[in-house]
Nanobody, 118 residues
Framework: VQLQASGGGLVQPGGSLRLSCAASVRTVYTMAWFRQAPGKQRELVAAIYDDGSTNYADPVKGRFTISRDNAKNTVYLQMNSLKPEDTAVYYC???????????????WGQGTLVTVSS
């Protein structure tokens, strides 16, 4: 299974970006976005399960929205009201479990850099 992430870039504080991650197969059921800022550990940003339910980290609640298009095997992360502290490399991940809540996902995509700066 391959995950192809895209959509990172430079944005000003308060701006928006949308990340996309396409999976090469449909047989992945939990999909998620993680991020890793310089000098920090990788952390979960948001996850979406096979039934469409979602889970968000507290720092992004109300600002980020995770969604998926099963027909395209793609997961999205809409990021609004971006802050400098959102600057990080963002990674998509996928797991074969329909409701995986760990950090050891089966598959990982390459990172995409998001920089929030004026």
């Amino acid at each position: 299974v391959q995950l192809q992430a895209s959509g990172g870039g430079l944005v000003q504080p308060g701006g928006s970006l949308r990340l996309s991650c396409a999976a090469s197969v449909r047989t992945v059921y939990t999909m998620a976005w993680f991020r890793q800022a310089p000098g920090k550990q990788r952390e979960l940003v948001a996850a979406i399960y096979d039934d469409g339910s979602t889970n968000y980290a507290d720092p992004v609640k109300g600002r980020f929205t995770i969604s998926r298009d099963n027909a395209k095997n793609t997961v999205y992360l809409q990021m609004n009201s971006l802050k400098p502290e959102d600057t990080a490399v963002y990674y998509c991940a996928a797991d074969r479990h329909p409701r995986y809540n760990g950090v050891s996902y089966d598959y990982w995509g390459q990172g995409t850099l998001v920089t929030v700066s004026s």
